[in-house]
């Protein structure tokens, strides 16, 4: 099982959160990704590299979060099975 911290893929160990957002929860903060662990790969304005499959998409392929710094996950829609791309055809 992994940390349920959206960028994060550390094993989880107390209330499915890594060590290190566990202990970011106990001492009441907000869960921020990890500082050296979570290295976006490449970014511009116009889109980023997704730390899943590692292809570089536009922004609007990515759905948007709120929590990070960019506002979008760090993964595209392709590899987030939470969400199934919408096809438009
Ligand atoms: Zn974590
Ligand atoms: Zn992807």
Sequence with gaps: M????????????????CTSHYS??????ELTPLRGYNR?????????VCTKCNEYRKWDEFY???KTTD???SRCSVCWP???RKLTT
């Design 82 to 84: 939470r969400y199934p």
């Design 2 to 17: 992994k940390c349920k911290f959206e960028e994060c893929d550390k094993p989880a160990k107390g209330l499915g959160l």
């Design 64 to 66: 948007d979060n709120p």
């Design 24 to 29: 970011q929860q106990r001492r009441g903060h």
């Design 71 to 73: 506002k979008k996950h």
């Design 40 to 48: 976006s790969p490449y970014k511009d304005e116009n889109g980023k």
